[in-house]
């Protein structure tokens, strides 16, 4: 099975893109939503009633289950809350391939994604004996611009799917052997409104990272006109993010078309024989 979670606060709105791109081709999708609506930095966020009544006439197949529980610690950093979380995520989500997203990240072509990860589907069966993660690749958008889109493609990996169901930290987990697959997933990261991006930045995991006052003039200053004078742009490690590119698009629907219709899924696949002989010899000791 192919199970998917998300972890919802402020930034909800942008939730059913990612649903979207995937809801066909899974087995389930968790939403975690904090009780009393607490960011893990301790803030408050709403949730209107309109977005449950968008996701349960999204829901035609009736996937979609929502998690209410505590996950705002106060005696916890908020890296920490959100590892947290997740673990507890993880747990709701029982066994198969799970997968972890933000609610700005897209996975396009998902159909052959899935394909891909039903491919192992051994590796599901004992989890214990075959423990495994799942690595792709982050297209990062970085501003929205009324004419398109500033974006990184640096082939920054992220961890993301795996058979376990502990993470050591955030989506990581650095106990098991992690697979890259060249999966390509659309970040919509600091491509938002400048009041989304200050909401981001003071109740995100990395919030006392960086200066984000400083960082959020930078961002808010940068054009369509002037972009490629900038380098090295990521707010903690600035090489990571070591170039800018311009996608001229309307929306985030017709960027996600855009960017997938030249940039197909081009995977990295395991070699099933080994892998298989592998899970026996564990199996028969």
């Not at 990860?117 to 990062?140: D, E, N, Q, S």
């Not at 380098?231 to 996600?256: A, G, R």
Request: net charge neutral; aromatic share 18%; glycine share 2%.
């Amino acid at each position: 099975m192919i199970k998917v979670g998300y972890l919802v606060s402020y930034d909800y709105n942008m939730l059913l893109t990612s649903i979207k791109q995937l809801y066909d081709y899974v087995d389930g999708i968790f939403i975690a939503i904090d009780r009393d609506r607490k960011t893990w930095s301790g803030n408050n966020f709403e949730l209107p009633q309109s977005f449950f009544d968008e996701i349960k006439s999204f829901d035609s197949k009736n996937k979609i289950e929502f998690y209410f529980d505590n996950f705002y610690i106060s005696e916890l950093l908020p890296i920490e809350c959100e590892t947290r979380e997740r673990n507890m995520l993880l747990k709701k989500m029982g066994k198969g391939w799970l997968i972890q997203l933000d609610v700005d990240e897209y996975i396009y072509d998902f159909n052959k994604v899935a394909k891909y990860l039903k491919k192992y589907w051994y590796l599901t069966l004992f989890p214990k004996l075959t423990p495994i993660v799942f690595r792709g690749k982050l297209v990062t958008l970085y501003r929205q611009l009324s004419d398109g889109y500033l974006y990184i493609e640096n082939n920054e990996q992220f961890s993301f799917i795996t058979n376990q169901s502990n993470y050591t930290y955030t989506r990581n987990n650095h106990m098991v052997r992690n697979y890259y697959t060249n999966i390509n997933v659309i970040h919509q990261s600091w491509a938002r409104t400048e009041d989304e991006i200050q909401m981001k930045i003071k109740n995100w995991g990395h919030r006392d990272d960086f200066d984000t006052q400083q960082y959020f003039e930078f961002w808010k200053n940068l054009s369509s006109s002037n972009y490629m004078n900038f380098k090295n742009v990521h707010p903690i490690v600035p090489e990571v993010w070591n170039e800018l590119h311009f996608l001229p698009s309307t929306s985030i629907d017709e960027f996600i078309s855009k960017y997938a219709s030249n940039n197909f899924q081009k995977f990295i696949f395991l070699d099933n024989k080994k892998m298989i002989k592998a899970l026996f010899n564990k199996i028969i000791k």
